[in-house]
């Protein structure tokens, strides 16, 4: 029984690693974000909308205990998952997890051009948002490293090295 778990800072490329090296796998790929937004019928801005990011978490956190449940998947978790309550835990517990680790500065540019709107990001200037990652990152990387397996996807800004960032995965966990 298979279970990868990717964890990472947003931006870092947990969606597009995860959707990759499912389709060469051939294993079921589960976004959390995703998933929480097609069993809630709503999306995650509206969530954190309608009740806070405290409410986000909640139900992030009941989401999570379904989706890691499952068996023979691939799932990405959203950046703050790991960070509250006892997630990191579980998902240490639950399976291969593999942090997907990026400088603040590679991030910022992977969230510059992102059209997904993440409400923790919304209203920053440029300067504020670096700022804010930088600090944020420094925060979740006590969480992020407890995972099992690291793998640095700074440099991974283009289809090949989304296939190196998969091959490399793969023979990391010897899949
Ligand atoms: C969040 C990351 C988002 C989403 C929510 C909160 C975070 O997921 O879960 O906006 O706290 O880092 P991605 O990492 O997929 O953007």
Redesign the pocket.
């Known amino acids: 029984m298979k279970r990868i778990i990717l964890i990472?800072?947003?931006?870092?490329g947990?969606?597009t690693v995860g959707k990759a090296l499912s389709k060469e796998l051939g294993i079921v790929f589960y976004?959390?974000?995703w998933y929480?937004e097609s069993r809630m019928r709503k999306s995650?801005?509206q969530i954190?909308a309608e009740k806070g990011?405290e409410g986000?978490r909640r139900i992030?956190y009941n989401m999570l205990h379904e989706v890691a449940e499952f068996e023979d998947v691939i799932i990405?978790?959203?950046?703050?998952?790991p960070?509250f309550f006892d997630n990191m835990d579980y998902l240490n517990q639950q399976g291969q997890v593999v942090y997907l680790k990026a400088e603040p500065e590679v991030l910022y540019k992977h969230l510059l051009m992102?059209k997904?709107e993440?409400?923790?990001l919304k209203g920053k200037s440029r300067e504020e948002l670096l700022m804010f990652i930088r600090e944020?990152l420094e925060r979740?990387e006590p969480f992020y490293t407890k995972a099992k397996y690291t793998l640095d996807v700074s440099l991974m800004d283009n289809y090949d090295k989304i296939k190196i960032s998969v091959a490399k995965l793969r023979e990391m966990l010897h899949i």
């Open positions: 990472g800072y947003m931006g870092a947990k969606t976004d959390l974000d929480i995650v801005a954190f990011e986000f992030e990405s978790c959203g950046g703050g998952t960070c992102a997904v993440r409400p923790l944020q979740r």
